[in-house]
């Protein structure tokens, strides 16, 4: 079922909220859910993600936060997640007036001897964990 080797959990103030972003907006599915404990398990095209209802109380096992959390979540970091087809998770998050931090781009990025080439866009999710969704553009020489 879970075959990454690598799977981010992601607490969410409002699971539901998360949950219609990621499945309606953004194109993921869920692989497997435990609504009794506020948890799903997504999958985009081979890119994993887990979304958990963040506990309620100081006493909940489930409490995960090092910190008090403050929003936007997770900063300082950003999910790239790779898909076929970018161009179409954009027009769905702007035909839902769903704001972009960043907007469509070609982005090369130099990898040894060779540059590899995103087209890209970043956009946060309702908690402000910051989603960057990319197609490969391929590689080209390094310019000088």
């Given amino acids: 079922m879970a075959n990454a080797k690598l799977v981010?959990?992601?607490?969410?103030?409002?699971?539901?909220?998360s949950l219609d972003f990621y499945l309606s907006l953004a194109g993921f599915r869920v692989l497997y859910d435990r609504p009794e404990e506020g948890f799903a398990y997504l999958d985009l095209e081979g890119a994993e993600l887990m979304l958990e209802q963040a506990a309620e109380g100081d006493d909940d096992p489930r409490v995960w936060w090092t910190a008090p959390p403050q929003r936007p979540y997770g900063r300082g970091v950003n999910f790239?997640?790779?898909?076929?087809?970018?161009?179409?998770?954009?027009?769905?998050?702007?035909?839902?007036?769903?704001?972009?931090?960043?907007?469509?781009?070609?982005?090369?990025?130099r990898a040894g001897n060779v540059e590899v080439g995103n087209r890209q866009f970043l956009v946060q999710d309702p908690d402000g964990y910051l989603l960057r969704f990319f197609s490969d553009l391929g590689e080209r020489s390094v310019k000088s």
């Fill in 8 to 17: 981010p959990e992601l607490l969410c103030t409002d699971l539901k909220a």
């Fill in 80 to 109: 790239q997640i790779e898909v076929r087809d970018v161009d179409r998770i954009q027009r769905i998050l702007m035909a839902a007036d769903w704001p972009l931090c960043r907007p469509m781009e070609e982005k090369w990025y």
